[in-house]
């Protein structure tokens, strides 16, 4: 392999390697977090037809710009990658590295484009799919983003509260849509059709949302909504209360370390991410 | 008393004892749980016409066979009781035995199935409150839920400041109820008919529900509804904060516990199980 | 005065009377609490055609036994008050006893009964209101309310951090409401017909009420809709924790107090009537 | 200069400097108070014809005092604050004391009227919206207001938690839209007929407002609205969480510290007053 090529490869490895990357790396960082912003932008804004319309050419040779620089990025991480001490082996490392969930998520925000320019497999309903899986290049946002990072992590370090909470709701749902389904079916068959029909009523209900097309006009339903609806603001609000607190634990800690050193906010910043993608 | 036999019932007892069933028993505790999930899920599903009518048969197959497993397991259950220290006594102990709360919910799991097939005292309504009564299998799920008894400890634990609670929101939907009636009933007398279904609208403000159906449209209507709309957000939280903060304290005593044996984590489980049960 | 009658209302000055009223004392306050209750049911019940109609008479009885002994225990009361020491003086001592807030509950708990009764100053209007008034006999059960009491404790506790967010929550109130009401007024003018009519849908939104009757349609009123909503989850549930954080904190208190003296449980909570009532 | 006048400019700029006001300040500040809440219910009441049109001119009259009095206000701070040390210089002393925020907020109060009766570039549009500019007038009250003052000390210490949370809820909002949109344009296209409309839905859900004017009909519209509705609970929930975290924080201190040294209560509340408005 050449020397100069060599080189590039390592300059690259840096520019994308956290903590190294210096000034180019920060910059391509940003680069890249606002076109993956802008794609989802398009995505949303392509939905308005008074929108799209008249501006479909520039949508086009947006998307096309984008899945360009989105597969210099993609190409440029795995050829780069068996700088890494742990990736050496020109193909057996560069798999292993593409293998890992963020190299995934890249592919995958770039490979529908190829599939359905090279029509292989393609027909209009996955045409029209491929519009929202384009939405899925958010989740590239996870390399950057504190937010999911923090609620990826809150998730896990919480999974068994979820958990019984979750069973306990789902537990109170079936029950009280079952009841509700035996008293009011008999009067409005129409709208309470089955029991998983109900059930929709019932965390519309239960979340206190309360869309009003459908709801109990019997008075013992109405009797069951009422007991349904104040057991829903104890019960629904449980793995509400869990994700907070986990949450504001979890923040509380990062700023906390971040204020600990204060002349290398950035390095802990870092650091944590490496932690994440490694 | 043959030898034969008496040795089977000291094992059909320590497969269904806590702690003590071994690998058998474990397979047992899973089956009964799994078998009592698809029961419910079949009661659902077979409320959708469009999948009920096509399999009927075997949703009725279904139904004897769970029917018939369960009753293998209350009758396993009873008859092996004797071995327990506590319930000696061919009949009296048996008839104690029989009589605690767990084991009366595993008889009406099945008894409505055998009045409705000897066909005494059966009416069509029976009938149709019969597949109503079949999702009461669900509580038999509270023998192995930690999530159940979780909540069934929290609210022993909570009982006074719940009670308190409860009044205090009682009261508030009284008032505001009755208020709301003598000011709304003279403008909607359709709507606001008695206080009795003007509570019904309280309940849908209180909870923030809201389903649409009934609102005030007098500006001094409109003027309690908004009062009790932001009292309704403080008082009927309360209750949800009580169990929110009784189920977060139980749930980190339970985990903890666990935590501080790693070894022994199905130990400690089951020791809590027998104790709720005994 | 004879004493016979003087030994009398000393009796009755102590069935009335926190602490000291024996057996025949709790009993006493046993039977007003339930009449209470059954008075406030019954008035609930009478908007009820089909419920009041077939038991008019019934119903007119009770409300005649009900005032007749309301009568007997505020005259008893007033006449037996001046056996305490600080409201001795025949007529000055009762007069202030009677202007005690509770005596003045308690008066108009019967009062608008004689007032109907002797026909000075009522018209059908009055007559219709009277209904409402008798509500007020629920008023009657804050002497007796752990509840009640504890909510006025609350209120009275927090009161600088409940004015500072109610006020906060006037503020986005007037402010969300009149921005809407520039925004939706050109398009809705019926609906959206003056900024106090438009306040009503804010506090529907921002208790995330949302009845439905009244919704922005245009694409900046959809807009400061949405922020507004949000907004109001943060605002709206301020004074919910407020309230939900004292009573937490009173209830505790209370409870832990009795637990100090297990065998005293009754005193402890008769000590606290009275300084609430004195 | 002449004496008089120097006497007068220093006495005007004690009445207005925050803590030497004395006795004429501090009825000062009240009169400017109660001036701008009279004048925010003139401008909410006046949009009721019933209530406007009969008052026409006393609402007018109102204004034009109003204004005269905050003019009077405006000119009298801005030419009595070379008084204080940091802002000598006639001019540019002024000029610099001018354009602190407070300041700007007490011309903009002020300025539209002016603009309109001159008539420079004024419409009808404009006029219209002068209404809804008098509103801002409120934003005076941040001078002394502690509710505002709170809230906007809560804001910035916890804008680092809010902005990971704010950012996870519009994550949660795309997301959730988008594949909301993708479901249920094809069943009714007239509702939700592009992503941005459907986020208007997504907000009602999230909140748990559910209007009610758009739901899902589809069977997985409907579970992705249900898993929607659950989530926004937990995840919406978050900024309100921090908010009503810090602002008990806030308060609790404000509170203590007045608790501290009863005897200047006053003392306090103007030196945090001074603090924020310099």
């Known amino acids: 392999m050449q020397g100069g090529l060599r080189d590039l490869r390592k300059q690259v490895y840096r520019i994308f390697a956290p903590r190294k990357g210096g000034k180019l790396g920060y910059y391509t960082d940003w680069f890249i977090m606002l076109l993956i912003i802008a794609n989802v932008s398009a995505v949303i804004l392509s939905t308005v037809d008074t929108i799209y319309e008249p501006y479909a050419q520039m949508f086009q040779s947006f998307e096309i710009f984008s899945v360009a620089v989105f597969t210099i990025e993609y190409v440029s991480r795995v050829w780069s990658a ?15 590295f593409a293998s890992r969930p963020l190299l995934i998520v890249d592919l995958l925000a770039i490979a529908p484009f190829y599939i359905a320019v090279t029509g292989i497999g393609v027909d209009l309903r996955f045409l029209r799919a491929l519009r929202l899986i384009r939405l899925f290049r958010l989740l590239k946002l996870a390399r950057y983003s504190t937010a999911i990072q923090t609620f990826g992590w809150v998730l896990k370090d919480r999974k068994e509260k979820l958990v019984i909470a979750v069973f306990a709701n789902g537990l109170l749902l079936v029950v009280s849509s079952s009841v ?36 109990p006009v019997t008075m013992s339903g109405q009797f069951v909504g009422a007991i349904t609806a104040v057991l829903g603001i104890g019960m629904f609000a449980l793995p509400a209360s869990i994700l907070a607190a986990g949450f504001m634990e979890a923040t509380e800690n990062k700023l906390d370390e971040r204020k600990q050193c204060p002349h290398c ?11 994440i993608e490694q």
């Open 82 to 96: 068996v700088e890494a001490d742990e990736y050496t082996g020109a193909i057996s490392g560069r798999l292993r």
């Open 265 to 275: 906010e950035k390095e802990v910043h870092l650091e944590q991410l490496e932690k």
């Open 180 to 215: 509700m389904y035996f008293i009011e079916s008999a009067v409005q068959p129409d709208q309470f059709s089955s029991i998983p029909a109900t059930m929709w009523r019932g965390v519309a209900a239960l979340t206190t949302v309360g869309y009003g097309d459908m709801y």
